[in-house]
């Protein structure tokens, strides 16, 4: 494990939902708050990593290069569905006489540009996550438990065999915040269909992340609420 995840005043360990939900920031409902969250945090873990690092289990990475390009792709087109949706209405509005958005319907092209640039921009702060983030190696014995939650259809592996990767990183989780203070290890996933049980965490991982002192959070926003002793 690496020292500074054994070390740290806080660690974060991020799925790789928690990064592909960055690129779909900017179709959100409430963006700003998490996009505030991560900057705040990632600047913490840039600035000052022995009071805060973000973590990462070694298979994410093979997720996220899995994933990554498709997520960008659809949330250019999501994106790109908002603005359409914005010039048509500031069209309308100004047949009838009304304000319009600034220049919006005099330059789509511009606008056209201004949405995929935004989504670039968003992908580029996982890549300053990857950058500074601690990775964290899953061991034979994580592997072997993973295998077991698997087999036995134990969340998060109720959905089957695919769940295998998840199983992997809740392993790896649940042993550093064991090796670590009680509720000073904190795990960001809003794969709620998996860990989750309706709104809550699946009762059987609830059990195993008290155990644990482990802290279950499912966006950034509330990554950062848990974590506001920090700034």
């Known amino acids: 494990m690496p020292t500074n995840v054994e070390t740290v005043r806080r660690v974060l360990l991020l799925d790789t939902c928690a990064l592909l939900d960055i690129v779909r920031f900017a179709s959100h409902s409430r963006p700003?708050?998490?996009?505030?969250?991560v900057q705040r945090l990632v600047g913490l873990a840039e600035n000052d990593?022995?009071?805060l690092v973000l973590a990462l289990v070694d298979v994410v990475s093979n997720e996220l290069g899995h994933n990554r390009a498709p997520v960008i792709e659809a949330e250019r087109q999501a994106v790109g569905s908002i603005v359409d949706r914005a010039l048509s209405v500031s069209s309308l509005?100004?047949?009838l006489g009304r304000q319009s958005l600034t220049d919006a319907s005099r330059k789509p092209d511009s606008f056209s540009a201004w949405h995929l640039d935004l989504v670039t921009a968003l992908d580029s702060l996982v890549d300053r996550i990857l950058a500074v983030a601690e990775v964290v190696d899953v061991?034979?014995?994580d592997r072997n438990a993973a295998d077991q939650r698997v087999r036995d259809r134990v969340p998060p592996a109720a959905q089957g065999s695919s769940g295998t990767y998840d199983c992997q990183i809740t392993e790896v989780a649940l042993r550093v915040a064991a090796s670590r203070a009680p509720s000073s290890t904190l795990f960001l996933s809003s794969n709620t269909r998996d860990f989750c049980d309706g709104a809550a965490l699946h009762p059987t991982l609830q059990g195993q992340f008290d155990d644990a002192g482990l802290v279950f959070v499912k966006a950034w926003g509330e990554a950062?609420?848990?974590?506001?002793?920090l700034f």
């Open 224 to 229: 950062r609420g848990a974590l506001h002793d």
């Open 93 to 95: 509005s100004a047949s």
């Open 139 to 141: 061991t034979e014995d």
């Open 32 to 37: 700003q708050i998490h996009l505030d969250a």
């Open 49 to 51: 990593p022995a009071v």
